[in-house]
């Protein structure tokens, strides 16, 4: 086991951030081409296990490396907000979770050869009630492109959440314990250390 590599199965520069956080750097970054489009009447804890089971599965299976992937979702109710496609889009999920509480969902899988291992972690993040002015000045930074929910609760949208329940790095897109977790049962030995105090 002591020549596995790691592959993040991901794109997103933040997933590769926080893996940094606990000392870990994917050996290489190839993300999974799946099509993203949920399931009509699809519930948003399915779509996203789905999602990371078939960016996992999109991947080639190797004995000599352990595959990470994961997808996030914004979800209110059975309403699925991924990334909007415009600013209106954006803007529009703004509107509707302003001064309310949404939930955000992420899904991580890892695959060693035939093996894989997966988790869902929920978390609650609550909006402040947002003016048109915020609203169109957050629009205007550009920071919402890309983002599930089209907002980043590391970046400007903080000021937004005065209240979160449960994991802040799953909100982000990674949820770091789990991942640790599932590194370490995969064989990954980069990530013992981390947890050896917790087991």
């Known amino acids: 086991m002591m020549g596995l590599r790691l592959i993040l199965g991901s794109a997103s ?3 590769a951030e926080l893996l940094g956080q606990l000392g870990i750097a994917a050996d290489a970054i190839t993300p999974a081409d799946i099509d993203e489009t949920p399931a009509k009447l699809e519930m948003p804890r399915d779509y996203v296990a789905r999602m990371s089971r078939e960016k996992l599965a999109a991947l080639p299976a ?3 490396a352990v595959t990470l992937c994961a997808d996030t979702t914004v979800t209110m109710g059975r309403r699925i907000m991924g990334k909007p496609e415009n600013a209106a ?3 529009s999920f703004l509107y509707a ?7 955000v969902i992420t899904a991580i899988s890892v695959g060693r050869g035939a093996d894989s291992w997966h988790r869902v972690v929920e978390s609650v993040v609550k909006f402040k009630v947002l003016s048109d002015a915020e609203v169109n000045a957050y629009i205007a930074s550009g920071e919402w492109a890309g983002k ?10 903080a000021a937004f959440i005065p209240w979160i329940s449960g994991s802040f790095s799953a909100i982000v ?7 640790a977790a599932l590194l ?9 250390t981390i947890i050896a105090n917790g087991e």
């Open 173 to 179: 897109g990674l949820p770091l314990s789990e991942t």
């Open 62 to 64: 190797r004995d000599d």
């Open 89 to 91: 889009e954006a803007a």
């Open 97 to 103: 979770m302003s001064g309310r509480r949404h939930r």
């Open 148 to 157: 599930a929910g089209g907002y980043a609760i590391q970046g400007r949208a």
């Open 184 to 192: 370490h049962t995969a064989g990954y030995r980069a990530a013992d």
């Open 13 to 15: 520069p933040r997933r």
